[in-house]
């Protein structure tokens, strides 16, 4: 059975870093798209990053680019999402997803797996 849950979120004051985790369990997360969306209150889902499956390259949507960074942890079968210079706007509930995608990874929603998510606050 495929599994993922996320971990790592909390409160946090504006400028700091917060360091998320999903655990995959059920299968390898090599073999999937592993991909970070977000959703804060009033608003759509949205895709934050995702890593591509097989080696594959990252993507990160535009506000994010050089202040969050994923990474595969094959060892530990998570892959995690660095979050430095954290905004106000980066407020909401983090989800990681699987899913089965030929080439590169994207931020749409149409992923396979789903984990429950983890609450992320910033503010001062």
């Known amino acids: 059975q495929l599994q993922l849950a996320e971990s790592g979120g909390g409160l946090v004051q504006p400028g700091g870093s917060l360091r998320l985790s999903c655990e995959v369990s059920?299968?390898?997360?090599?073999?999937?798209?592993i991909g970070w969306f977000r959703q804060a209150p009033g608003k759509e889902r949205e895709g934050v990053s995702c890593v591509s499956s097989h080696g594959g390259g990252a993507v990160y949507e535009d506000s994010v680019k050089d202040r969050f960074t994923i990474a595969r942890d094959s060892a530990r079968n998570t892959v995690t999402l660095q979050m430095n210079s954290l905004k106000s706007e980066d407020t909401g509930v983090y989800y990681c997803a699987a899913g089965r995608l030929l080439g590169e990874c994207w931020l749409y929603l149409d992923y396979d797996y789903w984990g429950q998510g983890t609450q992320v606050n910033v503010a001062s």
């Open positions: 059920g299968f390898s997360p090599d073999d999937y798209a």
